[in-house]
């Protein structure tokens, strides 16, 4: 009997070491063959260099060079860092509060509200702009109109010390459902007990709230900032929307992102624009990191 | 991206109201209409074309009903920008271009310049070079050399208010200097009131300035002149930015449905444009109508009788394409055929190239409610015959426009003068076109 189960043994544990393997092969022949493969070829993109007169030529890291020089390159980043620090503190403060009321059980018709904060996000970007784009119309945009209604100046929400606000505002209106969403779900996880504890103890909604519920979803918080870092620096749809609208402070390198579009698609320089590309990564990932150790020491 | 702009306004659907109806008075036309008869393919073929224009299809079918061994397909790839983009990466690619394409005459030197465009010279086409208008045959040849056949254009003239005109004592004005005492004049009168908007856009910015004698590039093969910040510049520069510090004119963006707003409304007076706006203006303005008129463009000197002009179109053969005497020979039918031609401006709305349809008085002659009555087109055909032929574009013209206008934009938002964003305009493209390989001079 030992021997017969001994002589199947092995084969049961090789198919148990290749079925995930197997599960994840779709996967993986996906994540190849749309990211990994792309990648690579853009990296080799970015080592050479074509010309409209002389052709491709390798270049080694000659945009790369350049591209850590290019004024153009940082003052996006600049202008991001800028956005990032007015976006996301109100993003998520925003988030976190309308989470922490939804879940403290006073409010009626809760999947109601919890749908009608989250509905934004459903709203693709590109309508999203079209849409605030006409509420910020300077002449005869309905701001503008009450403004002249109540003979007030009429609000230039396209102005140079305007325009970064503006486009925080409709960013914040997409994705302050978005992040609400996982802290309620976070919230939702914690036991109920701990309620009742901080009940027995004397602890107010409030202090419950803030002093035990939030500890317990700083995980959530951490990973949000780390989306909403990514997401910021990589800032095109809505800027690159409003353009047309506000042209006078809007130029073809505004975001990172957006200065790598042009330099692809109006002055064709595909090799220096994946340079650009790559080192936008770069600057994310250092970001990132520099966000992890800092939220680490945080923790600890 | 100013081109696609450009192109989205001026081919913005039909109208209700048709240019024209009857059909006569072809005559001088009737000669053409197609290459002289030559050993064409005797199998069936199919020619493919990248055009975003209304009604092209239904016009392409008509070479295929005197063809019947030629199946034209137009596929619409999108307008202006992203289509280039796509034709852009099929030349990159090596395969996926069309046969025939719609190249904007801005555009035909950049697409020189990546080798993609076929002399149909040789396959003939020099033999329908009278039918056009001068300066869009020196728009798409080189000597003999033809690399496609013009389509339809945008030769200047002004629209203009005339209630608010009248209402400020205003006459059209003959030339810059007066159109400047007015702007001043209307700004005192009526504050809130501006006779024109300086819109930040390089295509209109390239065809103001092409009238006044800028000449910003000078191409042969590899070696490229570059003067974009010449005395003709600077004195342009000079004049907008003195009505611009004197809030004499608006410095909104164009193109915006608020822009249009305050041309409807009178908060803009005159617009200085193109053969294409008539119509545009027509379909997108809702309460002034009958309000508008047309006059020619202002002169920089007294008298002057030189104009420019902005956007138009041609078709263009690619050397990809493995038939290109028929790609020829179909560029030719669709921009010459009498009937054809006839009907991108009656149908489509396009502004004609041909000598024959400008010449056309039924044609030109048509009169618009829209315009209390005007002829406007007759305007607009003056003007296509006084269009300047020494105009080149650049073989990276997208790279110049989007340099134009971020600096523009610049210096209209106040961070100095436009004085100066030419001379950075000049730094930057010498710079990019010498990291393009180009020998400038």
Known sequence: MT????????????????????????????????????????????????????????????????????????????????????????????????????????????????????LPYAVPAVIATLMWGY???????????????????????????????????????????????????????????????????GASAFTYAVRVKLPMIVPMIIVTIMFSIIGTLQLFSEPYLITNLARSVINSHFTPNYYAYTLAFTAQQYNYSAAISFVLGAVVAVFSYAFMLASNRGTR | MAKDRIEARRRQGPSRRQLLQGGAALGAA??????????????????TIWAWTPKTQELANLYS???PNVEVVVENVGQGAPHYVKLRNAITAGTGLPDLGQIEFNSIPSFRALNALANIGKDGANSVKDAFVDWTWSAVSDGDAVYGLPWDSGPMATLYRADVYEKHGLQPAETWDDFAEQATKLAQDAPGTYLTDFANDSGWTAAV???????????????????INDDVAKK??????????????????????????????????????????PVLMQQAMKKSFGKWRAAPMPQWEKG?????????????????????????????????????????????????????LLADKDLMGHKYDFYGGQAVNEIFAASAAEVDPSFEFSPFQDYVNSQIEDNFAAAVSGKGTLAEAFDRIQDTVVTYAKDQGFEVT
Not at chain 1, 14 to 29: M, R, S, T
């Open chain 2, 304 to 356: 002057g009788k030189v104009t420019s002009n902005w956007g138009g179109s041609t078709f263009a053969a690619f050397t990809t394409t493995p038939h290109p005497k028929e790609a020829a020979d179909l560029a030719a039918f669709l921009t010459t055929d009498p009937e054809v031609s006839r009907k991108w401006n009656t149908e489509a709305y396009l502004f004609p190239v041909l000598k024959s």
């Open chain 2, 209 to 227: 300035l092409w009238q006044a004698g800028w000449r910003p590039f000078k191409t042969e093969g590899s070696k490229i002149q570059i003067r």
């Open chain 1, 135 to 201: 509420i910020y119309g300077p002449a005869y945009g309905p701001l503008a109109q009450i403004a002249a209604f109540l003979s007030l100046p009429k609000p230039d929400f396209f102005s140079e010390n305007a325009i970064l606000g503006s486009i925080a505002n409709i960013t914040i209106w997409e994705y302050t459902g978005y992040n609400m969403i996982i802290y309620f779900a976070a919230l939702q996880a914690i036991p109920a007990d701990l309620e009742e504890a901080s009940k027995m103890d």
């Open chain 2, 30 to 47: 009737a000669a053409m209409g197609g290459l002289a008869p030559q050993a064409l393919a005797q199998e069936k073929i199919k020619l």
């Open chain 2, 236 to 277: 342009w520069a000079n004049y907008w930015q003195k009505l611009i510090d004197a809030k004499a004119v608006d410095t909104k963006p164009g193109w915006t449905s608020e822009w249009f707003a305050a041309f409807d409304d009178g908060t803009y007076a005159a617009w200085v444009t193109a053969g294409w706006a």
């Open chain 2, 65 to 67: 009903k005197k063809n």
């Open chain 1, 3 to 118: 021997r017969f189960l001994a002589g199947h043994r092995p084969r049961v544990i090789i198919g148990k070491k290749i079925a995930p393997y197997v599960l994840l092969l779709p996967f993986v022949l996906v994540f190849v063959a749309f990211l990994i493969v792309p990648m690579i070829y853009a990296f080799n993109l970015s080592l050479h260099k074509t010309a409209l007169v002389g052709g491709t030529r390798f270049v080694g890291f000659d945009n790369y060079a350049r591209a850590f020089v290019d004024p153009n390159f940082w003052s996006g980043v600049w202008l991001l860092v800028r956005f990032g620090f007015i976006q996301m503190p109100i993003m998520l403060s925003l988030a976190l509060a309308f989470a922490l009321i939804l879940d403290s059980g006073l409010v009626y018709a809760r999947g109601l509200f919890r749908i009608a904060f989250f």
